[in-house]
């Protein structure tokens, strides 16, 4: 299979359940998670249409795209690996989107990091939502507060991002991204506007469809794309 074909392949598949959900596929991004692939293989998902790309590692996101990125302006790279705050400066300076702020020290060294940036930095929010690794905030209060920190910062919010525990009990995926979207609609009330958290990053190759059930806004798909590393 080539990767314009596995692309197709999903795309019908988000169209499916977009058709049997009521959403509108145009509402949707399809990150293609580029960690560890070569850059040849990044250009062919460009060329099958990709536009949102996805690192897990700051140095290896720089080392591998920095001519990708001046060659496709209209291209944007996110990080959604979780970032140490000695890395927060070139992660800043380089990405468009830093995905995994999980904690307030970090939100409060990307401030710092970014202020020098021609554009501001878009991030998400974290929440651990229940998979095993305990990355992302822990609960509401803490998510409020690091909003507070970074609304009014050269930070520009954009919304959300969790990771749903690997199983293939799907009850569970699905009340994990439901905490996502109730953490959502909390902090629409408290900090508006509501385009500040429009952004649902939530679905993996294993779970996309339940996340577009659930109202995701970008899909954030590796191995079906790329193939299993
Ligand atoms: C690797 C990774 C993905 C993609 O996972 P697949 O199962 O390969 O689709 C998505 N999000 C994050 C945060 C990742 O680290």
């Given at each position: ?85 000695n890395k927060a400066k070139p992660a800043a300076l ?15 060294e990307l401030?710092k990091s970014a202020?020098n ?113």
């Amino acid at each position: 299979m080539s990767i314009a074909e596995n692309i197709a392949r999903i795309e019908e598949r988000i169209q499916k359940v977009c058709d049997t959900s009521g959403r509108r596929r145009e509402e949707i991004t399809l990150m293609g998670v580029s960690k560890f692939q070569p850059v040849s293989v990044i250009e062919e998902a460009f060329n099958a249409g990709i536009r949102c790309f996805g690192e897990s590692r700051v140095k290896e996101g720089i080392e591998k795209l920095s001519v990708f990125k001046e060659k496709h302006s209209g291209a944007a790279l996110h990080l959604i690996g979780s970032l140490q705050r000695n890395k927060a400066k070139p992660a800043a300076l380089f990405f468009d989107c830093i995905q995994s702020v999980d904690r307030e020290a970090l939100a409060g060294e990307l401030v710092k990091s970014a202020a020098n940036r021609e554009k501001p930095l878009a991030v998400l929010l974290e929440l651990h939502t229940g998979e095993e690794s305990k990355s992302g905030f822990a609960g509401l209060d803490a998510l409020f507060r690091a909003a507070e920190m970074i609304l009014g910062s050269c930070l520009m919010p954009q919304g959300l991002m969790t990771m749903a525990p690997y199983t293939s009990d799907a009850g569970l995926i699905r009340s994990s991204f439901r905490l996502l979207v109730k953490a959502q609609k909390e902090l629409e009330r408290r900090f508006p506007p509501v385009e500040n958290w429009a952004c649902l990053s939530m679905g993996m190759s294993n779970d996309f469809e339940i996340a577009v059930e659930e109202g995701s806004t970008m899909l954030r798909i590796g191995s079906l794309i790329f193939g299993d590393l």
